[in-house]
């Protein structure tokens, strides 16, 4: 089975500032990892993925992550934050076998101060 | 394409009873899985239909079941609620055309257990 853990629950960041949201993920098999974002009163959305190839995956709004097997980490990061990415951001992972079982960490909510 | 659709979006249950919800997958989307979300727990797996079968469950107590029928709507329904049933209750679809299908989640529906 896969586990996954992010290392902050919560991270406040001043507005236009740079941000990195910390994952790292147990597994004894290969695996695909994945960043989703949830807004207030709505479902998931996937930010970026991750499932081979170049360990560096841009995502939509600006957000990249870098797969580091050694470290098994897969940490999210932005250069420069606005008001609308406060919101809960999810790490997930799931086995390459094409199962659709996810499995989530618990979340880190950021929230972008004016 | 419309995408995920749940119903309902808010449920107001007492202990004891039980509940049924509902979803609709993305047009063409053979695949089903459902995912409990709560303060505590985080955003844990229930299960996944594909052609009308489970596929592959979560550790969950069997008061949790579902059903898919042929047109892939799915239906998960919690007999016997308990307090600790309240949560966000998500469906996420997906094409399950490879060895990696992105998964595309609903809105939610909110059980509240009084």
């Known amino acids: 089975a896969q586990s996954v853990t992010q290392l902050d629950s919560q991270v406040p960041v001043f507005e236009e500032a740079p941000v990195e949201l910390r994952c790292n993920y147990s597994s004894s098999v290969s695996v695909y990892l994945f960043w989703y974002v949830q807004y207030p009163n709505q479902g998931l959305q996937l930010l970026l993925k991750?499932?081979?190839?170049?360990?560096l995956v841009k995502g939509i709004n600006g957000f990249e992550a870098e797969f580091n097997k050694s470290q098994t980490s897969f940490h999210l990061r932005k250069p420069s934050v606005h008001i609308s990415d406060t919101a809960e951001y999810f790490c997930?992972?799931?086995?390459?076998?094409?199962?659709?079982?996810?499995?989530f960490g618990t979340g880190t909510r950021l929230t972008v101060i004016p | 394409k419309a995408g995920v659709t749940q119903t309902p979006r808010y449920l107001i249950k007492t202990r004891g009873q039980q509940v049924t919800l509902s979803c609709s997958p993305i047009s063409g989307h053979r695949s089903v899985s459902w995912y409990q979300q709560t303060p505590g727990q985080g955003l844990q797996f229930l299960f996944e239909y594909f052609s009308e079968t489970q596929r592959n469950k979560g550790n969950f107590p069997g008061r949790f079941s579902g059903r898919q029928f042929s047109n892939s709507r799915s239906e998960m329904n919690v007999s016997t609620l308990e307090l600790g049933d309240s949560a966000l209750y998500l469906c996420a679809s997906s094409p399950n055309t490879g060895s990696y299908n992105e998964q595309f989640f609903g809105p939610g529906t909110r059980l509240t257990v009084l």
């Open positions: 997930a992972v799931s086995d390459t076998t094409g199962a659709n079982n996810l499995f």
């Open positions: 991750y499932l081979s190839g170049s360990t």
